[in-house]
T-cell receptor
Framework: AQTVTQSQPEMSVQEAETVTLSCTYD???????LFWYKQPPSRQMILVIR??????QNATENRFSVNFQKAAKSFSLKISDSQLGDTAMYFC????????????FGPGTRLSVLP | ETGVTQSPTHLIKTRGQQVTLRCSSQ?????VSWYQQALGQGPQFIFQ???????GRGNFPPRFSGLQFPNYSSELNVNALELDDSALYLC?????????????FGSGTQLSVL
């Protein structure tokens, strides 16, 4: 079974500091894509960052970066210089190239950025 | 560029009733999918439509059905509502491509079944 685990239900961080959200997943496939999505109170899921499993280089998007460890099936998200607007639910997800929009999501981590 | 829009934003139904949720895809997107997000959980894939045909389905019973129209808008229909159907229903769209295309989500319809 394909599963995603996020072991931190809730986290908090002071504004301007750095926080890392954990994610592990389980799949027997070798080729897939990994994502972090953010869901603010508006409920709209917003793509934060994505990573192709065949790429060894970790993806970065401005203040957001990932630590992708394929052998360990780990995909953590680091947020640098945290801002109040980063307060949201964060979901880790993956999908396979031929599975269309069939994403497998984790249960989420609620992140609070404190002033 | 318009985003993904869903209607209604909130809905209250009683057990046994039927419901239709609507979604307008982002301009230029030909693939739409629906997700169910129960309280405190991540979204779960219901199904996907591409060129007006179901093109992938998650572990949901047949009473969950859908349609995609020529303009790529979509409907999710749920028959014989059960209490456990209470959830946020998210619609997402993308342009079918090489596998790593971005998925754009709407803000969802919050369905409460009493």
């Amino acid at each position: 079974a394909q599963t995603v685990t996020q072991s931190q239900p809730e986290m908090s961080v002071q504004e301007a500091e750095t926080v890392t959200l954990s994610c592990t997943y389980d799949t027997s496939e070798n080729n897939y894509y990994l994502f972090w999505y953010k869901q603010p109170p508006s409920r709209q899921m917003i793509l934060v960052i994505r990573q192709e499993a065949y790429k060894q280089q970790n993806a970065t998007e401005n203040r957001f970066s990932v630590n992708f460890q394929k052998a360990a099936k780990s995909f953590s998200l680091k947020i640098s210089d945290s801002q109040l607007g980063d307060t949201a639910m964060y979901f880790c997800a993956f999908r396979f190239p031929n599975y269309g929009q069939n994403f497998v999501f984790g249960p989420g981590t609620r992140l609070s950025v404190l002033p | 560029e318009t985003g993904v829009t869903q209607s209604p934003t909130h809905l209250i139904k009683t057990r046994g009733q039927q419901v239709t949720l609507r979604c307008s895809s982002q301009s230029g997107h030909n693939t739409v999918s629906w997700y169910q997000q129960a309280l405190g959980q991540g979204p779960q894939f219901i199904f996907q439509y591409y060129r007006e045909e179901e093109n992938g389905r998650g572990n949901f019973p047949p009473r969950f059905s859908g349609l995609q129209f020529p303009n790529y808008s979509s409907e999710l229909n749920v028959n014989a509502l059960e209490l456990d159907d209470s959830a946020l229903y998210l619609c997402a769209s993308s342009q079918k491509g090489q596998g790593n295309e971005k998925l754009f989500f709407g803000s969802g319809t919050q369905l409460s079944v009493l």
